[in-house]
């Protein structure tokens, strides 16, 4: 079962303008979550991660997201988005004990000159 | 910071023939393997976990024979389709759990397949 969801399949944005990519998880999931790049032929980079602490977290590339309890929400964003963004994101949430781990289904990115 | 290979990145086979594929954690032992399947414009599928020194363990819907996953070591698990038919080609990608940091894995770059 998906333990979180993204919203939008694809996001198209122009250059320089913001970024949001949408990732609400389940209530089950415990409150640790990651968001992934990846670019074309290639695997997954992390982005950035939230454990514990700042609900406020800062990744590489510019990008942030903000854990939001009350709203069960973690997205993603940049505030000006660059031709090199262009990419697909996955949302995640922890590894269980179960050892089994869904990602979202992932946000297509396109950056428009 | 822990790194992941695969090998190879890239491989061409004939319908009919066997493939392995390697996932090696370079700088980390990791207890844990998993191997994704992934299809165009779509997200990863969980295929199987491996712990070392143990059988996988396979999701539903994936065939154990056609898949054959073996974790000798704390640092290489391997993937072998079998009998591979042109419907097995797809983007394989391996990622690694690091016993010091239990709730991430580390993904390796993938390994391209395809079957004619």
């Known amino acids: 079962a998906q333990s979180v969801t993204q919203l939008g399949s694809h996001v198209s944005v122009s250059e320089g303008a913001l970024v949001l990519l949408r990732c609400n998880y389940s209530?089950?999931?415990?409150?640790?979550l990651f968001w992934y790049v990846q670019y074309p032929n290639q695997g997954l980079q992390l982005l950035l991660k939230?454990?514990?602490?700042?609900?406020l977290v800062k990744g590489i590339n510019g990008f942030e997201a903000e854990f939001k309890k009350s709203e069960t929400s973690f997205h993603l964003t940049k505030p000006s988005a660059h031709m090199s963004d262009a990419a697909e994101y996955f949302c995640?949430?922890?590894?269980?004990?179960?050892?089994?781990?869904?990602f979202g289904t992932g946000t297509s990115l396109t950056v428009i000159p | 910071g822990a790194v992941v290979s695969q090998h190879p990145s890239r491989v061409i086979c004939k319908s009919g023939t066997s493939v392995k594929i390697e996932c090696r954690s370079l700088d980390f032992q990791a207890t844990t393997m998993f191997w994704y399947r992934q299809f165009p414009k779509k997200s990863l599928m969980l295929m199987a976990t491996s712990n070392e020194g143990s059988k996988a363990t396979y999701e539903q819907g994936v065939e154990k024979d056609k898949f054959l996953i073996n974790h000798a070591s704390l640092t290489l698990s391997t993937l072998t389709v079998t009998s591979a038919h042109p419907e097995d080609s797809s983007f394989y990608i391996c990622?690694?759990?690091?016993?010091?940091?239990?709730?991430?894995?580390?993904f390796g770059p993938g390994t391209r397949l395809t079957v004619l």
């Open positions: 939230y454990t514990t602490g700042a609900t």
């Open positions: 995640a949430p922890p590894l269980n004990t179960g050892n089994q781990f869904y």
């Open positions: 990622s690694a759990r690091d016993a010091r940091l239990a709730d991430e894995q580390f």
């Open positions: 209530s089950s999931v415990p409150p640790y």
